[in-house]
């Protein structure tokens, strides 16, 4: 069988392409098969997915807590994280300096009473010595006036 010039060319040219397809479209080359599990829909009682990751949890609300005595922390019931409510105690403070200071204030109020108990007194004192005063000025006046006549 005799081929000719053009079908010949058509063959040098279609056989490279053709082998190259077979090459490329050969099983095993590529790509790995995908293994897909199947099976019939049902309904489940949970789906649960568990990430691992890093970084930080930020509250959505955040509150700034202070006391105004300063002291030794004795007890504190709640720990970082935890949930807690108004009122809640949040720390015991130490109360040997506030009362000491408690002390102290009762001490000097008592101090500034007997003060101005001593004042009271004092001005009543003045008082007395003033009307005796007037009352011998005028003793002393009317002698005074009656020595003249």
Same mark, same amino acid.
């Given at each position: 069988?005799?081929?000719?010039?053009?079908?010949? $060319? &058509? &063959? *040098? !040219?279609?056989?490279?392409?053709?082998?190259?397809?077979? &090459? %490329?479209?050969?099983?095993?080359? /590529?790509?790995?098969?995908?293994?897909?599990?199947?099976?019939?829909?049902? #309904? $489940?009682?949970?789906?649960?997915?568990? %990430?691992?990751?890093?970084?930080?949890?930020?509250?959505? #609300?955040? =509150?700034? *807590?202070?006391? /105004?005595?300063? /002291?030794? *922390?004795?007890?504190?019931?709640?720990?970082? /994280?935890? #949930?807690?409510?108004?009122?809640?105690?949040?720390?015991?403070?130490?109360?040997?300096?506030?009362?000491?200071? !408690?002390?102290?204030?009762? @001490?000097?109020?008592? =101090? &500034?009473?007997?003060?101005? #108990?001593? +004042? @009271?007194? @004092?001005? $009543?004192? =003045?008082?007395?010595?003033?009307?005796? =005063?007037?009352?011998?000025?005028?003793?002393?006046?009317?002698?005074? +006036?009656? $020595?003249?006549?």
């Amino acid at each position: 069988m005799s081929v000719g010039p053009r079908t010949r $060319r &058509l &063959l *040098i !040219v279609a056989l490279p392409i053709l082998a190259a397809g077979l &090459l %490329v479209l050969r099983p095993g080359r /590529g790509a790995p098969a995908t293994r897909v599990e199947t099976g019939e829909v049902a #309904r $489940r009682v949970a789906f649960q997915s568990t %990430v691992a990751g890093s970084g930080e949890i930020v509250p959505a #609300r955040y =509150a700034e *807590i202070g006391s /105004g005595a300063m /002291g030794k *922390i004795v007890t504190l019931p709640v720990a970082e /994280g935890d #949930r807690v409510t108004s009122g809640q105690l949040l720390a015991r403070i130490d109360p040997v300096q506030a009362e000491s200071d !408690v002390s102290s204030a009762q @001490a000097q109020l008592g =101090a &500034l009473k007997a003060e101005a #108990r001593a +004042a @009271a007194d @004092a001005v $009543r004192t =003045a008082t007395s010595d003033l009307a005796a =005063a007037e009352a011998r000025e005028r003793d002393l006046a009317q002698q005074y +006036a009656r $020595r003249r006549q």
